[in-house]
């Protein structure tokens, strides 16, 4: 039997989608991408980056450019597809990141770096580079780690319980101000109703989650998965009895940390410290 072709011959893959739409439109209106970044505001290079699919750009952008073809919503409810597809993700992460999204509450605990829900733009660059990524890789991976964010920041919502291991905050970053930036977005984030922020300090002592980054996932369906990571791999536990160890864990140490709001304090007297520092 011959393959199934598409109708549209245009790209299933998300992100690619978007990019060949953008570059269709203009073709169609007519004009240079010097032309567009004129009329609209925006540098060319944005548009160039965005049409060839190095970068999504931003819902303001994309709504200017909506209003501009006369396309009101497509471009943004593609932008929104490729901002949430998994397929940005490399593959361990993929039925994870599904699952994330369905969730209708989340909990994790973070043993060195900020979960990536929580994460900034320069704390994800430097992050994620850290791990060899460079080019065009690590600014699509740094805008899909970003991305993330919108399921904090919707109209509604999941509850999100985060616990951050003191070593959190004292891993900084080289850039100064990117680690600035980021204190600063983790002690905002700790006071939106939807999040519960708490830093487990080092005076506590031994846990049984010394080691494991952990992230919890409450489903649709009243099951709760458990999602496992270190630097080299990860791995998504559904099995109901590891699930529950893992959980009995999280609640023991959730019992040694700081209370939200002892915790906010805490992250913005690291914070100030920051500020306080000399400059080498």
Known sequence: MPQRRAITGRSHEPRLRFAEELRSLRAAKGGSLRELADQLGWDASTFGKMESGRSLGSPEIVEALDQHYGTPGLLLALWELAVGDPTQFKEQYRR?????????SLWHYAVSAPPGLLQTAGYAREALGAGWLKGPELDQQVEARLGRRQLLEGDDPPPFRVILSEAVLRTTLHDRGAWQEQLDYLAEAAERPNITLQVLPFC???HGLMNTAVQFLRLLNGHTVAYTENDLRGELIE??????????????????????????????????????????
């Open 204 to 206: 506590t002592g031994l």
């Open 96 to 104: 994870y990141m599904i699952l994330e999204a369905e969730a209708i």
């Open 239 to 280: 099995d109901i009895a590891t699930v529950e160890l893992l959980q009995r864990r999280y609640d023991a140490m959730r019992d040694l940390a700081l209370s939200p709001a002892e915790s906010r304090k805490f992250i913005l007297r690291m914070l100030e410290e920051t500020r306080c520092e000399p400059s080498t």
